[in-house]
């Protein structure tokens, strides 16, 4: 019986070490964190895309230019059935800098705001058919 506790107390310990070594590790691993716009020296912008047309694919391939330049997505999928001609970028929180990064790097763009706590983003940008030359670039 007392080999059985023993054997678990090890067994505890061991599952601690590992533990701790690889959050050292992934810690230690700076592809995990993500920068601001090159070029730009504010903070990094948290945003959503959704597509606001009827083209496939748009919001992906538009998340995949956005975070190669350092923006942090954490989400992407469709808006409301429509079909937009201008990209519309939402300002959710803060005093619309983001947003105008956002701009600024698109070049296009029509900025609102429409502030939303709850969402806990800087921007929500929803993407209207002047997104296309933007997301042609991306390899799917």
Do not use: C, H
């Not at 506790?5 to 590992?18: M, P």
């Not at 601001?36 to 047309?53: K, M, S």
């Amino acid at each position: 019986m007392g080999r059985t506790r023993n054997q678990k107390l090890i067994g505890l310990v061991v599952a601690v070490i590992i533990t701790l070594v690889i959050g050292w590790w992934i810690g230690s691993d700076d592809s995990f964190q993500v920068g601001p716009i090159p070029g730009d020296e504010g903070p990094r912008v948290v945003v959503e895309v959704l597509n606001g047309t009827d083209i496939d694919g748009l919001a992906r391939r538009v998340t995949r230019q956005l975070r190669l330049r350092g923006v942090d997505v954490v989400y992407f999928g469709s808006a409301r059935p429509e079909n937009r001609d201008t990209t519309q970028i939402y300002v959710r929180r803060g005093d619309g800098d983001e947003a105008r990064r956002i701009q600024s790097l698109f070049g296009f763009g029509e900025i609102v705001s429409e502030p939303d706590s709850q969402l806990f983003l800087d921007v929500t940008i929803v993407l209207g058919n002047d997104a296309v030359s933007f997301a042609a670039s991306v390899v799917n």
